[in-house]
Nanobody, 114 residues
Framework: QVRPVESGGGLVQAGRSLRLSCAAS????????MGWYRQAPGKQRELVAV???????NYADSVKGRFTISRDNAKNTVYLQMNSLKPEDTAVYYC????????WGQGTQVTVSS
């Protein structure tokens, strides 16, 4: 399996926005629900948001109303728009299928300063 490639992270101040992108293999992407996950230092990796192949979405309570997941099936890419960022959003962000069928990519670091 080909690893997803995440991008778009960076260092931002609290209250600002970032948009993450994840490119995945077309054969996997088109037929699977895709998710964004994050892992903060010293914590377990957690699911942040998921989007089905049909576009239905679901979010962790901690990001509801602030983050938006979307997908472009023609580009085999899933996005995570993150608004009103908080220091507790600091983590490495990864994408994978909702069933975790892909090897983990390198992730993209998001650091939010207070």
């Amino acid at each position: 399996q080909v690893r997803p490639v995440e991008s778009g992270g960076g260092l931002v101040q609290a209250g600002r926005s970032l948009r993450l992108s994840c490119a995945a293999s077309g054969s996997i992407f088109s037929s699977n629900a895709m998710g964004w996950y994050r892992q903060a230092p010293g914590k377990q990796r957690e699911l942040v948001a998921v989007i089905t192949s049909g576009g239905s979405t679901n979010y962790a309570d901690s990001v509801k109303g602030r983050f938006t997941i979307s997908r472009d099936n023609a580009k085999n890419t899933v996005y995570l728009q993150m608004n009103s960022l908080k220091p507790e959003d600091t983590a490495v962000y990864y994408c994978n299928t909702a069933r975790l069928t892909l090897p983990w990519g390198q992730g993209t670091q998001v650091t939010v300063s207070s």
